[in-house]
């Protein structure tokens, strides 16, 4: 299964936002029962959202559900209720020990995204993700910086160190991993600017808000016909033993930057 370019999240309590996934096409889609729900309308959405998941086409979407956190109320019931519909898989936010997601696999087997986004699930990171079943993980910037005490500013730099620290826990442990959102919804050009950011640090995908972000995480996320042609022309220098490509030398760690570029293009 591939990792999700884009995650997007709508709320759990609009079924006339669930059935609207299919026109914005994401690679995946969180039907959101935690952040996007008050406490008092919890088991109202949980229904709401059971029964607008079943109501959806088929498509190359992957459905998940956000459920609440495993020291909530909540959890037990919403795992429960993901088991028993029709939701492909799971969002666990508040992430913060393998001991919560080895709970969840023993509760339902279906594919998991984990969010990391506080000071506790950034500190076990590599526990959690080098030790877990993960089809991918998800920085929480917003969550995280105000567990510290920090605050939230456009350039991020404040997030940089805990930003870093889930793509090498993410890569010792071989688990896709999903960027940070940009909380202004309708400022394209500074998700494209965050997203660049990601993407160099070594994120495979970004959180959505909004459904206008979709298009933008594909673009961010997606090799442009100038990375695949290079990428090709790096591979076939490995194979017939060329040193150079446009100037530059080709050794292993460019001929598996290139093999990289293809796999996230979907090409050999």
Same mark, same amino acid.
């Given at each position: ?61 992957? +459905? #998940?559900?956000?459920?609440? /956190? ?8 919403? $795992? %429960? *209720?993901?088991? @028993?519909? =029709? ?79 889930? +793509? #090498?826990?993410?890569?010792? /442990? ?8 940009? $909380? %202004? *919804?309708?400022? @394209?050009? =500074? ?78």
């Amino acid at each position: 299964m591939r990792v999700p370019r884009s995650l997007l999240f709508v709320p759990g309590a609009r079924p006339d936002m669930v059935a609207k996934v299919p026109r914005w096409s994401p690679d995946a889609v969180a039907v959101d029962l935690e952040d996007a729900v008050a406490a008092a309308d919890k088991e109202t959405a949980r229904e709401a959202t059971v029964a607008a998941i079943a109501e959806l086409p088929a498509s190359d979407t992957l +459905v #998940l559900v956000r459920v609440n /956190g495993p020291t909530t109320p909540w959890y037990v019931d919403d $795992v %429960a *209720a993901v088991a @028993a519909s =029709a939701a492909q898989g799971v969002v666990l936010p508040k992430l913060e020990s393998p001991e919560q997601l080895a709970d969840l696999r023993s509760r339902l087997d279906l594919p998991v995204i984990g969010g990391l986004e506080s000071a506790r699930g950034i500190g076990r990171c590599r526990e959690i993700l080098t030790g877990g079943d993960l089809l991918a993980a998800y920085f929480g910037a917003e969550d995280y910086i105000a567990s510290v005490g920090g605050r939230r500013t456009a350039g991020s730099l404040e997030v940089l160190h805990a930003r870093s620290e889930v +793509v #090498l826990a993410g890569a010792m /442990g071989g688990v896709g991993l999903l960027d940070q959102a940009v $909380v %202004a *919804a309708h400022d @394209a050009d =500074a998700f494209r600017a965050d997203a660049a950011v990601g993407r160099d640090l070594g994120y495979d995908g970004k959180i959505c808000i909004h459904p206008s972000q979709v298009a933008l995480a594909h673009e961010a996320f997606t090799p442009t016909d100038d990375e695949i042609a290079h990428a090709r022309l790096v591979i076939e220098a490995g194979r017939s033993g060329v040193g150079v490509v446009d100037g530059e030398m080709v050794d292993d760690v460019h001929l598996r930057m290139a093999a990289a570029v293809l796999s996230r293009a979907g090409l050999s």
